[in-house]
């Protein structure tokens, strides 16, 4: 099923947490995925697939015969579709850093497990990269990750092409070092339609190198 890139909304948030509990340990109460979708709502995306099945009308809600509706399934945003990956992002609001130029803060990115590696996670990103700086004037965005992170590092290092700034020592609650990460957003290199075929462009490249192999 094909999977749709789509701004995330408040009635997402229940499922962006239970993605963010699934897959990371740093974990956020409702409130502050509300602050971030109430105070940038251009900011945030969410993936979403429908089930290949009929939508099951309660994989959302029971309604318990006293008006009561019990959410049942946190992985459905709605009968039949499910979320399958997000990003947080906001501006910075440190009022300590005031004397900065606008910049964006990536708070949290997450795929589900069996939607790995089919290039989500950079979509989400590229979205959201674009939208603060085109909505928000960002003129920079920047985030943490841990050391030991192999795939979010080669995501943002080498295919979104962040720079490390610094090491900061113990930075998560286990005592992990995280890098953290800076990349100058640039309107004209950002816009998302640069990048919606990048995978199938490297493909056609790979089938004409063995067509000419062949001949
Ligand atoms: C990191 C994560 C978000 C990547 O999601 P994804 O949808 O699988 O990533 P994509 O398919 O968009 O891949 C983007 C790039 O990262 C690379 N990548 C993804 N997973 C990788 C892995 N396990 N090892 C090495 N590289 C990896 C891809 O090869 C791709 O690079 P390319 O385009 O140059 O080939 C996902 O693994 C995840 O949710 N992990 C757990 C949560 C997490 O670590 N979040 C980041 C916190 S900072």
Known sequence: MPVTIRRATIDDIICMQNANLHNLPENYMLKYYMYHILSWPEGSFVATTRDV???????LSLEDGKGQET???????????????YVLAKMNDDPDQQDQAPNGHITSLSV????RRMGIAEKLMRQALFA???VYGAQFVSLHVRQSNRAALHLYADTLEFEVLSVEKSYYQDGEDAYAMKKVLKLDELHPKNFANRKMAEKLEDDF???LLVV
Not at 53 to 59: I, R
């Open 209 to 211: 190198e063995s067509d």
């Open 112 to 115: 589900m497990r069996t939607y």
């Open 132 to 134: 603060l700086r085109e």
């Open 53 to 59: 099945d009929e939508p099951q009308m309660d994989q």
């Open 71 to 85: 959410k049942l399934d946190p992985n459905y945003l709605a009968p039949g579709e499910k979320l399958v990956g």
